[in-house]
């Protein structure tokens, strides 16, 4: 016992708290009640009762008063100098770590390739491949609509399910189910219809605007869309055209007119009805070895609307799940519900 | 030739006219501190500004299928950006509770008035 207590108070933690505190041992300081208390609980006479309630306080008291002391000291100490040395610390960490982000972004800088050279990394047979022989193996004019949803296509649902995980979260974050809760949640729902009181509503020159404008918004959305394959545009913006058009819609006419065409029921489906066809259209090419070039889907004629083999049907999956996303993103955190 | 150098001076003048407009806009946009007196700047310079500009380069390169399409912008800006101010101003004036405060008409006897008391 002796000897562990020795190595324990020759280590240097003890011995730096002993520094701190002017000779005394922590270990001391810490046995200290404890031995006191052992020694004066059978000491104590049996009927002096009130004696030993007031020795009991006395001690509490006294310990209670060390450890403030040490609460203050400690406070007063990151007050002055503690805050002090923190903020220098801060400061000189901020100015090495900026010096150091620049000096390996420089560093990245000096070994780009010139622009414009010929002899570039990305001027490789992938890029030349994509260009001479794009048209013919995928039927898409477009060549980045060729290459995001044929050669790769996995790349593209990979971003989708992005965009739909993004909104499962904001789902999960913000939504205020009344099912689960009951009348709670109905009042927290309408709390919020009350907050949007002030929010200018059923305002006429927006309605005239907006009755005007959405359907040429909602039209130019699926134009993009349906010749992802033959100008450029597609399923990404499209579909972000097409969702800016129904949040408009809202605005103008607010969410009793929304509801009958776009609730949380539409959400799910749409979104899981595009997300599963794009999954199931692409997947046979797990099976293949990722060697789908040959598709069995003849890429028709170029330049045609219904050509490219499975590119207008993947734009339009894509298109749905953005656009569904965007609508939901803004119902979500404007209601908190859709 | 002549034909050529009229049109140029044309397009240049109504692209500097646009310039001109916008410009004025932007310093108003900044010169003020109320969110309403900024709008006054903000939603009047886009409509006529970019619809001079739009006209010069219109006038720059003749009549094509793209002018078609810039007369379909200058009619969605026209239709759109007035309708977008006047929304963020209504917003304002549902919002602000001291509205009669910030937006107080003064005559010249109230402000010599104010004036004298400070």
């Known amino acids: 016992m002796a000897k562990t207590r020795n190595d324990y108070e020759n280590s240097w933690w003890p011995r730096f708290v002993r520094w701190l505190k002017n000779g005394s041992s922590a270990l001391d300081d810490a046995m200290y009640g404890d031995l006191e208390e052992e020694a004066v609980l059978p000491d104590a006479p049996a009927g002096d009762a009130e004696k030993r309630e007031a020795q009991w306080d006395e001690r509490r008291r006294l310990l209670l008063r060390d450890e403030q002391d040490m609460y203050s000291q400690v406070h007063a100490w990151s007050r002055s100098k503690g805050a002090k040395l923190a903020q220098w610390f801060y400061r000189v960490t901020a100015v090495v770590i900026c010096l150091g982000i620049i000096w390996m972004l420089l560093q990245t800088a000096a070994y780009l390739p010139p622009f414009g050279n010929p002899d570039n990394p990305a001027n490789n047979e992938v890029s030349r491949r994509y260009i001479e022989q794009g048209m013919q193996e995928t039927g898409a004019v477009n060549i980045v609509a060729g290459m995001i949803l044929d050669y790769r296509a996995f790349d593209t649902l990979g971003e989708s399910n992005v965009l739909f995980i993004a909104a499962c979260s904001v789902l999960i974050l913000l939504r205020i189910s009344s099912e689960k809760h009951g009348g709670d949640a109905v009042a927290q729902l309408e709390a919020e219809a009350d907050d949007r009181m002030y929010e200018p509503k059923n305002d006429l020159i927006l309605q005239r605007i907006a009755s005007f404008l959405v359907p040429l918004i909602l039209l130019f959305g699926v134009y993009i869309i349906m010749n992802g394959h033959i100008s450029p545009g597609g399923g990404f913006s499209g579909g972000a055209v097409m969702g800016a058009g129904l949040i408009l819609y809202l605005n103008a006419f607010g969410f009793r007119k929304t509801e009958r065409f776009f609730t949380f029921k539409t959400f799910k489906v749409v979104s899981l009805c595009a997300l599963s066809f794009y999954a199931v259209s692409k997947a046979y090419s797990f099976f293949t070895g990722a060697n789908h070039l040959s598709s069995f889907i003849s890429p028709g004629t170029p330049g045609r609307l219904f050509s490219a083999g499975l590119i207008p049907y993947l734009n339009i999956a894509v298109g749905l799940v953005v656009c569904c996303t965007m609508y939901a993103f803004y119902t979500l955190f404007r209601k908190g519900d859709m | ?118």
Request: glycine residues 8%.
């Open chain 2, 1 to 118: 030739m002549l034909l050529e150098g009229l049109r140029f001076v044309l397009s240049a003048a109504l692209s500097l006219a646009g310039l001109f407009v916008l410009i004025s806009g932007v310093v108003g946009l900044f010169r003020f501190k109320y969110a309403l007196s900024r709008i006054h700047a903000a939603a009047l310079f886009d409509t006529l500004g970019i619809v001079l500009m739009l006209l010069g380069v219109m006038v720059a390169t003749g009549f094509e299928v793209a002018t078609l399409k810039m007369l379909i912008v200058i009619c969605i800006l026209w239709m759109t950006s007035p309708v977008s101010s006047h929304l963020i101003g209504r917003m304002e004036i549902t919002i602000n509770d001291e509205l009669e405060k910030d937006m107080a008409v003064l005559d010249k006897r109230t402000v010599r008035h104010e004036k004298e008391g400070d």
